[in-house]
């Protein structure tokens, strides 16, 4: 298992070589020269030179790579224009706020859309089938930020069951204690039932406005992928050997049912990252998506490289979990190691 | 030969449901194996040999339906049992091999716990004991190292070793009744006659009756007490092995075995059957389905088929036998 980590760690290298290379070049593509904006509007070509040779950016692009891997190395991203803040520090700061966010999301999305495509294909034709054809149909159509907006439109203004869509927290309400950022985790670990509530309720509609997006495809790949081993031959010996149909449906069925929405569920993932920051937005979610946005309106370049940078090196971490969830389930991707 | 058969199959007729409309696949099939018995079900592709099986096992696909008849089996009828009592004789009193080993295998469990799941299911053995229940049938089917060999995948495994496997899982709990669908289809031609060895030995240890589908005539010549020769989902002959290859009275049945390599016939003597199995989706369908093939057709053709035993237990569906 050990052999098989590292040498899906050696495939993730040339990736994140890559990543550093299109998150530098990305600085030095956008429009406009940083030096300009970094020394003000006012400033004279002889201030802005000045700025220039201190950012060093008068430099070849080769001897600017190094430095940028240097920084890196260091762990500085450069800092903020518009807040001054170091970009590093920021994205550890908001990260949890996105990662609670998309991880509550996934497990709502993976709790319903995997018994909806099993069931909907053991029961093939029957109502739960055609439940599950409506559900994939309205989650693929419907765009996250939309969703976003109706529910928040729906639950908050009409109906007023849910709090207002501003953050992670009631404004009355102060943060748990910083122990993994995730404010659910945090609030039940102090042992803070109204933070936890407060929270729950913040989460509630930006987390469900994603789930709903990201069931679809989920659900789909299930229930396909239980048609087509419902219909193998290996679940016919199965059954041909009396076994039990819990047995056949998911110690035999569903066990090999699961590679395909393992893929899936990776994709659906990286969907999730992008779909962040639109959801942040409407939300008011003070995650890395709402960040960038922000950064990205006020052309302050830092913190959209960070926050690249940031996504790029989580799809691979992702990628590599992935393969190695597979492992895990199929023997037969073990070997090929 | 035993009074009472392990198996009566008595006028099984099943249709299948499709969009180009109903499939009589099975009429008025009649057949009946004794104890320790074993008899071959063989025909062309299409001729109905495995939805025969598949309707007994009562594993038909959803759109097939049996539309009459009954298969005695221990005294109560398979095809009017529920599946929940179906599913508990399944793998202990009845029990069936596929062709494709490696496929028919589930590929990302063990073999050994493969057969493990069945001893667990039927043979009341605990979790604890059923790896060592386990491994012994591994030995029992003489597959080398079983104890290394449990902890296999089908895919590390050759076609043969994995019907072997097969083999272990269908006859884990000592069934009455053995059906192997075109089990060595896909072996060599040495691996497939350690196999029928293999299930021939088991299954006279125990006193199995034992369904042997195929088409390969002399395969079934060897292995089999008796055949039973189906032709587009009529049974049109049936005798004991040495009578239907010295005698063969339905015109299907000589055509077929004209077109049977063995000792007597060299290759260019082998005549191909003319013609192919009607549709069977059509309403028209004749009484008599190989009479679109037959040369020797006679006006009494088109009426219902009459089923005629002459001799011992040698049985003709036809009107102008040879």
Redesign the interface.
Known sequence: MLKLLLSRLATAVPSVVGVLIVTFMLTRLLPGDPAAYFAGLAASPQAIAEVRTKLGLDKSLPEQFVAYIVDLAHGNLGNSLSTGQPVAAEIVNRLPASAELTLVALFVAVAIAIPLGVLAAVKQGTWIDHLCRVVTTAGVSLPVFFTGLLLAYVFYYLLQIAPAPTGRLDVFISAPPDITGFYLVDSLLTGNAETFWSALKQLALPAISMAIFSLAPLARMTRGSMLAVLGSDFVRTARASGLSSRTVIFTYAFRNAVLPVITTLGMVFSFLLGANVLVETVFAWPGIGLYAVNALITSDYAPVQGFVLTMAVLYVVLNLIIDLLYGLVDPRVRLDA | MSAIPALAVDNLSVEFRTRSGIVKVLEHVSFSVGKGETIALVGESGSGKSVTAFAV?G?LDAAGKVTSGTAMFGGSDLLKQSERD???????EL??I?Q?PR???????RVGQQIA??LV??GGATRADAPKLAIEMLKKVRIPDPERRAEA?P?EMSGGMCQRI?IA??LACRPALLIADEPTTGLDVTTQAVIMDLIGELGRDSGMATIFITHDLALAAEYCDRIVVMHAGHIVESAPSQTLFADPRHPYTAKLLAATPGETASLAELVSIPGNLPDLRREDLPACRYSGRCERLVGRCAEPLPHQTIGDRHGIACWNPL
């Open positions: 096992m594993i179906l599913a508990e004789l399944r793998g202990r029990s069936m596929f494709n496929t028919a295998l589930n590929p990302i469990r799941d069945v299911r039927h995948y895919f097969m899982i269908a």
